[in-house]
């Protein structure tokens, strides 16, 4: 069983790498991570569900602020008239 605590540990540290890159894939590894990480009491699976919750926490928290600047982004440019440069 020490071997699925060593699993969730790296996708745990995945996760955070992720969440900066590919939101979505970070939350997905964050997950997966921490249900396998909530099986271990031992100190590797302690702290593979630290960094899982921190992954999920780093994921959420970047997909939102994405989202709101695309939809910002997408709202500004309607309502400014702007169209994009032509060459």
Not at 2 to 30: D, M, N, Q, R
Not at 49 to 72: A, D, Q, R
């Amino acid at each position: 069983m020490a071997e699925k605590e060593v699993v969730s540990y790296i996708l745990g540290i995945l996760s955070i790498v992720f969440a900066f890159f590919t939101p979505v894939a970070g939350l997905v590894l964050g997950i997966i991570g921490y249900s396998m990480s909530k099986k271990h009491k031992g100190g590797l699976g302690k702290r593979a569900k630290k960094f899982n919750v921190i992954g999920i926490i780093l994921s959420v928290i970047i997909l939102i602020i994405s989202t709101v600047v695309v939809i910002y982004s997408i709202l500004n440019g309607i309502n400014t008239g702007q169209s994009l440069p032509i060459f």
